[in-house]
């Protein structure tokens, strides 16, 4: 009988052994399929009916508006220049303290303009201040 013995053989086993990565995979597909049911069970619930309301339009956030030659506009109405803008935001702010600015400023506007404008909200007092964009 030719038996071997481990000092004749010095190579290294290349194979892997897949025992254990079956045993996990068994047991991960075991909890899938235990908890797979449990998240599509609903409840039957008659939710309460309630009046309409309206929003609140005092909350609105404030539209300032750049055009392409530099025009700016305060909720659709021209201003005549950034220190008017800066005011009117002051006495806005007076009334709402957590008033929010979104700039819809046009991309053919240079970049400039959007920061002094920009500037001039910071001067308002005003900290909430969003750009509003189009998707593509």
Not at 39 to 55: D, R
Not at 102 to 122: I, L, R, T
Request: charged share 15%; aromatic share 2%; hydrophobic share 45%.
């Amino acid at each position: 009988m030719g038996f071997k013995t481990q000092a004749d053989d010095d190579e290294a086993v290349s194979e892997i052994n897949v025992t254990p990565l079956v045993d996990v995979m068994l047991v991960l597909v075991i909890i899938l399929l235990v908890t797979a049911p449990l998240l599509t069970q609903s409840v039957n619930v008659a939710l309460p009916k309630t009046a309409s309301t309206t929003p609140d339009t005092e909350k609105q956030p404030m539209q300032l508006g750049i055009d392409a030659q530099g025009g700016v506009t305060l909720n659709k109405n021209p201003v005549a220049d950034l220190a008017a803008l800066e005011k009117t935001l002051q006495t806005e702010l007076v009334a709402n303290p957590e008033l929010t600015v979104h700039v819809y400023a046009d991309q053919a506007v240079n970049y400039g303009k959007v920061a002094e404008v920009m500037a001039a909200v910071q001067h308002a007092g005003i900290s909430k201040l969003a750009f509003v964009t189009l998707e593509q």
